[in-house]
């Protein structure tokens, strides 16, 4: 079984600064994909960025990039530069065999950009 | 090219009573899968369909059920519902099955069972 945690329910971030949302996964098996996504008060869900588990580079998607540390098993999401429309739960997600399908999400992490 | 629709947006309900949800894709998107998101669990899965036939499936108890047309439109069931099935149902798309197509999400149903 896979499992996603993220410890930090909210955050709150000065306008401009950078963020670090954390995220740690658990499982057995040797191929997967992580992802994050935001979901604003609207309710949908937006994928924002995507890292396989055989992949040696951090993946990054504007001022989005994740922090992958596999022997940590850590898929941290930084977002620099925080604008207030950031503002929204952010939460992260894994799958099976690196299919952006049959997601097992995290809690989530309530960020909300001060300006 | 719009977005993923879902059909209705809010939703009052008995116990005992069924639901059906609507999902409409984007247009060319074949696969399209199911999420419930509750303040106590959190985002489940609840199942993939793709050209007509369900691929994956969560842990939910039978009452869960859906189906998917040859236009790639999905429907999900809920029968007998129960006060814990108030929920946000979302849907999601994507082009085919290619495990690494990126998923769309539409805005969910918000269901509420009185």
């Known amino acids: 079984a896979q499992k996603i945690t993220q410890t930090q329910p909210g955050m709150f971030v000065q306008e401009k600064e950078a963020v670090t949302l954390d995220c740690t996964y658990d499982?057995?098996?040797?191929?997967?994909?992580l992802f994050w996504y935001k979901q604003p008060s609207s309710g949908e869900m937006i994928f924002l960025i995507y890292q396989g588990s055989y992949d040696q580079q951090n993946a990054t998607e504007g001022r989005y990039s994740l922090n992958f540390q596999k022997a940590r098993k850590s898929a941290n999401l930084v977002i620099s530069a925080s604008q207030l429309g950031n503002s929204a739960m952010y939460f992260c997600?894994?799958?099976?065999?690196?299919?952006?399908?049959?997601?097992?999400f995290g809690t989530g992490t309530r960020l909300t950009i001060i300006p | 090219k719009a977005g993923v629709t879902q059909t209705p947006r809010y939703l009052i309900k008995t116990r005992g009573q069924q639901v059906t949800l609507s999902c409409s894709p984007i247009?060319?998107?074949?696969?399209v899968s199911w999420y419930q998101q509750t303040p106590g669990q959190g985002l489940q899965f609840l199942f993939e369909?793709?050209?007509?036939?369900?691929?994956n499936k969560g842990n939910f108890p039978g009452r869960f059920s859906g189906r998917q047309f040859s236009n790639s439109r999905s429907e999900m069931n809920v029968s007998t519902l129960e006060l814990g099935d108030s929920a946000l149902y979302l849907c999601?798309?994507?082009?085919?099955?290619?495990?690494?197509?990126?998923?769309?999400f539409g805005p969910g149903t918000r269901l509420t069972v009185l």
């Open positions: 369909y793709f050209s007509e036939t369900q691929r």
């Open positions: 997600a894994m799958s099976p065999n690196f299919g952006n399908e049959k997601l097992t």
């Open positions: 499982t057995s098996d040797p191929s997967y994909g």
């Open positions: 999601a798309s994507k082009t085919s099955g290619e495990p690494t197509d990126t998923q769309y």
């Open positions: 247009s060319g998107h074949r696969s």
